[in-house]
């Protein structure tokens, strides 16, 4: 159990220390981390994973180390894992809060920031390129993504809204459809 719990801090630790960008670019390492390296989930899980965390308040990241955490050893595995998860970003940013006034207006800083955006964007792209490939792809699961986006990208909806109309819209699709797990 000690070894299992060390692990997983160990193994968020990494991931929240070497990540820029946020849960959404944290996804992908969580995966690789996750299903291929540890084998403490599966692919299916990681959907249900990053659809559970993404639908619960709070960051995603920490979401799904939680709920990972909980899957491997219980509580005690949740908070390891979110303390795993959560360590780095917190003792960067106190460090960074301290220094960053000082530097933010030297041009080298700034362009820093413009590269580690680009590569940030870069990383959400494979999680979503990684997350469609799980997907179905049938006429309903397409029509409700771009409705989604729409909703989202054009009509500025609330994200949960969305996740609620889009749930709904799966169980009502499958009750009348008589669909089964």
């Not at 160990?10 to 070497?18: E, N, P, Q, S």
């Not at 180390?65 to 899957?71: D, N, R, S, Y």
């Not at 590269?115 to 979503?128: S, T």
Request: with cysteine; aromatic share 10%; hydrophobic share 60%.
């Amino acid at each position: 159990m000690k070894k299992d719990l060390w692990q997983l801090f160990a193994a968020f630790l990494k991931i929240g220390a070497f990540t820029f960008g946020g849960g959404y670019a944290m996804i992908p390492l969580i995966q690789r981390e996750a299903v291929e390296h540890r084998h403490w989930v599966t692919e299916a899980d990681i959907l249900d994973v990053v659809a559970i965390a993404e639908s619960t308040p709070g960051p995603i990241a920490i979401n799904a180390a939680t709920f990972i955490g909980q899957k491997v050893a219980g509580p005690a595995g949740s908070f390891c894992a979110t303390l795993g998860v959560v360590l780095p970003s917190f003792v960067i940013i106190s460090v960074l809060s301290l220094v960053l006034q000082a530097f933010s207006s030297l041009r080298v800083v700034r362009y820093a920031f413009w590269g580690i955006r680009a590569g940030v964007l870069a990383l959400i792209l494979r999680a979503l390129v990684t997350l469609f490939r799980q997907c179905r792809k049938d006429a309903f699961a397409l029509t409700v993504m771009a409705s989604a986006f729409v909703l989202v990208a054009l009509f500025g909806l609330s994200a949960i809204r969305v996740i609620l109309l889009c749930a709904a819209a799966g169980i009502l699709f499958g009750l009348c459809r008589g669909v089964e797990g």
